[in-house]
């Protein structure tokens, strides 16, 4: 896997949340013998062993559960070992979400039928808004509490945090909520990790402007999920290959910020070293 990644023209890898614990030492290895440098792993890796597949929402920090939150706390201390272990300076982290009926997912399937903005589409959408800003408050003081451990956990290694922009609208934080959650933590190891196919998802079904967004947030960007969408929701597209645009967005995140292609496994090489090359042509390296 990480040769396969290395042969493809990229420098350092993001390891996911779907590696499993058996995987990890044939990963120290390579990175002991200077083959391969990591840019960050994504919360939970390795995958804890009761878990079967990829699930970085398998345990939630905003759980009602004491246990679940307790569990998710240790996973996430165990992914901040193992950045340090492997001298990837930033950990990238899911929050949780908040219990309502899910609406994202519905709303996508309107805007496909060519109903957006239909009534029932905008009756729906508000629906899920009132739910949301009644309830959120509880979720986030749970998420809050687990954040303070974990960021004195975090400083203590000198790893990062991102929170990432997350796709769904159930989910925390939303993009009202967490510049106030950056504030509340006040801490330099916290910041934004940007997600361009999420982003754009939300923009595509009028819960934000991705421009406008990133002019906020984007000078608190650690890194960032470089992918494409296709509309309304088909993300992990090479970048170029879909209607989010890059051109535009891109210049407002950091000079130093983390580019990390977060692309569909079913992404042909030529297509994914034509995205490269084309990023190349517009950014540079």
Not at 87 to 112: N, R, S, W, Y
Not at 135 to 149: G, H, M, N, S
Request: proline share 6%; with cysteine.
């Amino acid at each position: 896997m990480l040769r396969e990644i290395i042969d493809l023209g990229f420098d350092r890898v993001e390891l996911g949340h779907g590696i499993r614990i058996s995987l990890m030492p044939g990963i120290q290895k390579m990175y002991e013998a200077g083959k391969v440098k990591f840019t960050s792993l994504h919360n939970f890796c390795p995958l804890p062993v009761e878990v079967l597949g990829a699930s970085p929402d398998c345990y939630q920090f905003s759980a009602w559960h004491p246990q679940e939150r307790e569990r998710a706390v240790k996973q996430t201390f165990q992914t901040i070992d193992f950045a340090e272990r492997l001298g990837a300076p930033f950990v990238v982290m899911h929050l949780g979400e908040v219990a309502m009926q899910p609406i994202t997912d519905l709303l996508i399937k309107l805007a496909k039928k060519g109903e957006m903005f239909s009534r029932e589409y905008v009756r729906k959408k508000l629906k899920a808004v009132e739910k949301r800003e009644s309830v959120a408050p509880r979720y986030l003081d749970r998420v809050k509490d687990c954040l303070r451990r974990i960021v004195a956990y975090a400083t203590l290694k000198k790893i990062r945090l991102g929170i990432e922009g997350r796709r769904g609208y159930e989910e925390i934080p939303n993009e009202r909520e967490l510049p106030a959650l950056l504030d509340e933590l006040n801490s330099p190891q916290v910041g934004y990790w940007h997600d361009f196919g999420h982003l754009q998802i939300k923009e595509n079904l009028g819960f934000v402007d991705h421009e406008e967004w990133l002019r906020r947030i984007g000078s608190r960007a650690f890194g960032c999920h470089v992918q494409d969408c296709i509309w309304p929701a088909q993300d992990h597209q090479p970048p170029f290959a879909g209607d989010v645009d890059l051109a535009k967005l891109v210049p407002l995140l950091p000079k130093d910020c983390l580019w990390v292609w977060e692309l569909s496994p079913r992404k042909t090489v030529e297509e994914i070293q034509r995205s490269v090359a084309t990023w190349k042509k517009h950014f540079g390296e």
